[in-house]
């Protein structure tokens, strides 16, 4: 048997959240934030984390500079058990972070790459990436070391019978395609929200793009927000509705979304229950600040999971 459920290479950096910004920044003023929060950050890092707490096995391959920041994110990722055995070290390189400057109901997001778009072919155990049942990579375009590395090890991962979710995240350069069509053929799950499935197809209409989309993988997840959830597999399709919370901060929710929707497929959960999950652990997400720490008070989320209707694997923190 595999010796985890998923295997993640991917980036690790911290999230430096201000709160309470007003919408315009006017230059060269004294600008006062409400309150700040610094947590564990990347897209790649929070969903091994919340897949972790949520009881599924973790593997995680990341490349981390040895300063203060980086040490601080991978005591995050070391307290929610997940394993770091194979982590590449970069000394004499800086962590990247990430600065979140939140209003009241959008955020300018504010990100130096550093060791982010550093992770390499050169810094991925194969064998270790293959001791599971799946593999899962989530901020594509920024992966700018490992990209063009990237059709030949989706390539081996299904060679060695692993399946492969994929959340692409947003494109910086606003492009959206290049290494991507050759990677589809191997990908299982999409995990894309609206916004991002837009430019995916190339097309504005919600329905024709879903359409679009879920012909080009065996299963196609939409993250809509306020509006739900969709899953196409075949000519299966199923939404569900979001659920009613009062939040905190939705930083880190589609990531959380993908933690809950993938802990449920890998237990061969229906679309249904899947869907379930995940929106149960994205609006978990958005009762703490930032992606992880509603994550981290078990007693908040048990209790927050059973209200949802879902219940996790109970694991010692």
């Known amino acids: 048997m595999p010796h985890f459920d998923v295997t993640i290479a991917g980036e690790l950096n911290l999230d430096l959240l201000f709160y309470g ?7 060269e003023r004294e600008l006062l934030a409400s ?43 070391r307290r929610a058990h997940v394993d770091l055995s194979k982590v590449a070290e970069a000394p004499g390189t800086a962590s990247g972070l990430t ?9 300018h997001i504010v990100t130096f790459p550093g060791t982010i778009v550093a992770l390499s072919r050169h810094d991925l155990d194969v064998d ?3 001791d599971a049942r799946h593999f899962h990579l989530s901020s594509l375009y920024l992966q700018r070391g490992l990209i063009p590395d990237l059709p030949g ?18 494109d910086p350069d606003d492009q959206w395609h290049g290494v ?5 053929p191997y990908v299982d799950v999409l995990l894309p929200n609206e916004r991002e499935l837009y430019k995916l197809s190339g097309m504005a209409d919600f329905d024709t793009a879903v359409r679009h989309m879920s012909s080009r993988v065996p299963l196609l997840v939409v993250k809509r927000g306020a509006q739900g959830a969709l899953a196409c597999r075949g000519g299966e399709q199923v939404t569900t509705a979001a659920l009613p919370v009062e939040v905190v901060d939705s930083v880190g929710a589609g990531d959380s979304f993908n933690a809950g929707f993938l802990h449920a497929y890998l237990r061969g959960e229906d679309l249904a229950n899947c869907l379930l999950w995940g929106n149960a652990a994205g609006a978990l997400s958005t009762q703490g600040k930032g992606g992880i720490e509603a994550f981290r008070d078990g007693r908040l989320m048990d209790e927050f999971l059973r209200r949802c209707g879902v219940k996790r694997r109970r694991c010692d923190f």
Request: charged share 20%; glycine share 8%; hydrophobic share 45%.
């Open 180 to 184: 991507l069509d050759r990677l589809l």
């Open 128 to 130: 270790y990436l293959t």
């Open 99 to 107: 600065v979140l400057l939140i209003h009241s109901h959008d955020r």
């Open 35 to 77: 309150d700040f929060f610094l947590t564990l950050g990347s897209s790649s890092a929070i969903l091994a984390h919340n897949l972790s707490v949520l009881g599924t096995s973790v593997g995680f391959i990341t490349r981390v500079a040895d300063d203060g920041l980086g040490q601080l994110a991978l005591d995050f990722l």
């Open 21 to 27: 910004l007003p919408r315009e920044m006017e230059a």
């Open 153 to 170: 090890l989706f390539r081996q991962l299904k060679q060695a019978g692993l399946g492969i979710s994929l959340d692409t995240n947003d």
